[in-house]
């Protein structure tokens, strides 16, 4: 990787680069984004928001594999996050995993509030 680019993503203190990383998502330039936020997830392993950033980046640029990594990591350590298992539900979907997903969706309508 040419160090000119991987220098521009990784400039700047963490504050400015999740203000970027939030420019490259909602440029719909997902993969900028997740160029952004890998190493700040790195960096702040602990922090939900950059994470969850992230896999909503790799999910819309379809790497989906990594997606589903990134979002099993929130709702192990949260599970009643409930928009990252509704992304895991939908990421499995995507994935063609219709059962393995449909327990993520239950758990999540119902941390929704969602009851028939």
Do not use: C, N
Not at 10 to 36: I, N
Not at 50 to 72: G, I
């Amino acid at each position: 990787m040419d160090t000119t680019t991987y220098t521009y993503y990784d400039h700047g203190t963490a504050s400015e680069r999740w203000e970027r990383a939030e420019l490259f998502f909602d440029a719909k330039d997902y993969a900028g984004a997740a160029r952004v936020l890998d190493g700040l997830v790195e960096e702040v392993p602990e922090q939900t928001a950059p994470r969850l950033l992230l896999a909503r980046a790799y999910y819309h640029s379809a790497q989906l594999r990594r997606a589903e990594a990134e979002l099993r990591v929130i709702v192990e350590r949260d599970p009643v996050e409930h928009y990252a298992r509704l992304m895991l539900g939908r990421t499995l979907e995507r994935q063609g995993r219709h059962e393995e997903a449909a327990s993520h969706l239950r758990i999540a309508s119902a941390l929704a509030g969602d009851f028939e």
